[in-house]
T-cell receptor, first 117, second 112 residues
Framework: DTGVSQDPRHKITKRGQNVTFRCDPISEHNRLYWYRQTLGQGPEFLTYFQNEAQLEKSRLLSDRFSAERPKGSFSTLEIQRTEQGDSAMYLC???????????????FGEGSWLTVV | QKEVEQNSGPLSVPEGAIASLNCTYSDRGSQSFFWYRQYSGKSPELIMFIYSNGDKEDGRFTAQLNKASQYVSLLIRDSQPSDSATYLCAVWAGQGAQKLVFGQGTRLTINP
């Protein structure tokens, strides 16, 4: 399978614990995005990387959230001191890079579901 | 004003009829627009994109773009129960159009 891969697919954690999600983008895709989606809402942009550089981070993103893409390939999203409001699906997506027009879209992984109890 | 707005529905359409989904966007400079379909519990999948004014057809799907009115729509002809899903409109936004911004989605139900 050469699509975007996310792990784990499901995670249940107790409030206050840290969790980490991993994303492997489509091979040779330079851009990697993280989104969060809650029930009844569209995906909400969190952050994105161009190779290893984190170029934008949502103002809505708490400092408990951190993302890395150390070698410009896979990425991790860590949530520290989880809260019940963090329960959501965390989506990773990748894109070949370049200007965002003419169908240059993003391709999603299957998502990682987080439940904080 | 949100960058992308959709009627959240739910929209209910009888099988075989035309389903019409609408989306408005705020940035006049936006150039390309996307429709994703999302089944319950699954991630979004791209079904169409459009960047020129007018209509673009792909099988039973037609995307319509009106840049003057900042309006994008998706028509699904001969609706099937398998078309029941949430449809998300998305547009490149932000400085340099570097992030894809989504509407809240319209939930569509096709009734047999």
């Amino acid at each position: 399978d050469t699509g975007v891969s996310q792990d784990p697919r499901h995670k249940i954690t107790k409030r206050g614990q840290n969790v980490t999600f991993r994303c492997d983008p489509i091979s040779e895709h330079n851009r990697l995005y993280w989104y969060r989606q809650t029930l009844g809402q569209g995906p909400e942009f969190l952050t994105y990387f161009q190779n290893e550089a984190q170029l934008e981070k949502s103002r809505l993103l708490s400092d408990r959230f951190s993302a890395e893409r150390p070698k410009g390939s896979f990425s991790t999203l860590e949530i520290q001191r989880t809260e019940q409001g963090d329960s959501a699906m965390y989506l990773c997506a990748s894109n070949p890079g370049g200007r965002g027009y003419s169908g240059n879209t993003i391709y999603f992984g299957e998502g990682s579901w987080l439940t904080v109890v | 004003q949100k960058e992308v707005e959709q009627n959240s529905g739910p929209l209910s359409v009888p099988e075989g009829a035309i389903a019409s989904l609408n989306c408005t966007y705020s940035d006049r400079g936006s150039q390309s627009f996307f429709w994703y379909r999302q089944y319950s519990g699954k991630s979004p999948e791209l079904i169409m994109f459009i960047y020129s004014n007018g209509d673009k057809e792909d099988g039973r799907f037609t995307a319509q773009l009106n840049k003057a009115s900042q309006y994008v729509s998706l028509l699904i002809r001969d609706s099937q129960p398998s078309d029941s899903a949430t449809y998300l409109c998305a547009v490149w936004a932000g400085q340099g159009a570097q992030k894809l911004v989504f509407g809240q989605g319209t939930r569509l139900t096709i009734n047999p």
